[in-house]
T-cell receptor, first 110, second 113 residues
Framework: ELKVEQNPLFLSMQEGKNYTIYCNYS?????LYWYRQDPGKSLESLFV?????AVKQEGRLMASLDTKARLSTLHITAAVHDLSATYFC??????????FGTGTRLTIIP | EAQVTQNPRYLITVTGKKLTVTCSQN?????MSWYRQDPGLGLRQIYY???????DKGDVPEGYKVSRKEKRNFPLILESPSPNQTSLYFC????????????FGSGTRLTVV
């Protein structure tokens, strides 16, 4: 059974600081996704990572994938309040099964 | 506009009364899936469909049914809802293998009393 673990579950950080969210998974996979969810809203796709060593950046967010270590990271640079949300990683497995982590609730404090 | 449309957005029902949550996508995606989101548990996959007439169980299929008679539609059926099915439900779609990611609907908040 594929397990996906995110940490931390909760993160409170000051504006301007850097931080990293970690996503570990238990079984070989070559598809990893990062999503953002605002309270009461749907999931917004942030990154699709499809190969070992993949790195993608959008604004203050950067995601990377190490398939050998079964680890993906979401790095936040110089955080701003607008980045406050819950972030999920999800791992694709086999024929379209998608398993999500439990999410990281990020709060940016002015 | 490319989108996944779920209806209804909110639903309160009583135990045992059959209900259907509809999901429709206009992107000609082969793959569609249903998830439920519960606090502290993230999103868990209920059922998914690789194409018309092809469906398979996800991680939490008990108490749910699905059908895929047309490519664009993937309804979620609760034959006899129970209070433990109170949850936030999302439908999603993608092109094959999700290489371009998945598009999620706006969600359906279901309460079973």
């Amino acid at each position: 059974e594929l397990k996906v673990e995110q940490n931390p579950l909760f993160l409170s950080m000051q504006e301007g600081k850097n931080y990293t969210i970690y996503c570990n998974y238990s079984t070989t996979s070559d598809r990893l996704y990062w999503y953002r969810q605002d309270p009461g809203k749907s999931l917004e796709s942030l990154f699709v990572l499809l190969s070992n060593g993949a790195v993608k950046q959008e604004g203050r967010l950067m995601a990377s994938l190490d398939t050998k270590a079964r680890l993906s990271t979401l790095h936040i640079t110089a955080a701003v309040h607008d980045l406050s949300a819950t972030y999920f990683c999800a791992v694709g497995f086999g024929n379209e099964k998608l398993t999500f982590g439990t999410g990281t609730r990020l709060t940016i404090i002015p | 506009e490319a989108q996944v449309t779920q209806n209804p957005r909110y639903l309160i029902t009583v135990t045992g009364k059959k209900l259907t949550v509809t999901c429709s996508q206009n992107m000609n995606h082969e793959y569609m899936s249903w998830y439920r989101q519960d606090p502290g548990l993230g999103l868990r996959q209920i059922y998914y469909s690789m194409n018309v007439e092809v469906t398979d169980k996800g991680d939490v299929p008990e108490g749910y049914k699905v059908s895929r008679k047309e490519k664009r539609n993937f309804p979620l059926i609760l034959e006899s809802p129970s209070p433990n099915q109170t949850s936030l439900y999302f439908c999603a779609s993608s092109l094959s293998q999700g290489i371009y990611g998945y598009t999620f609907g706006s969600g359906t908040r279901l309460t079973v009393v």
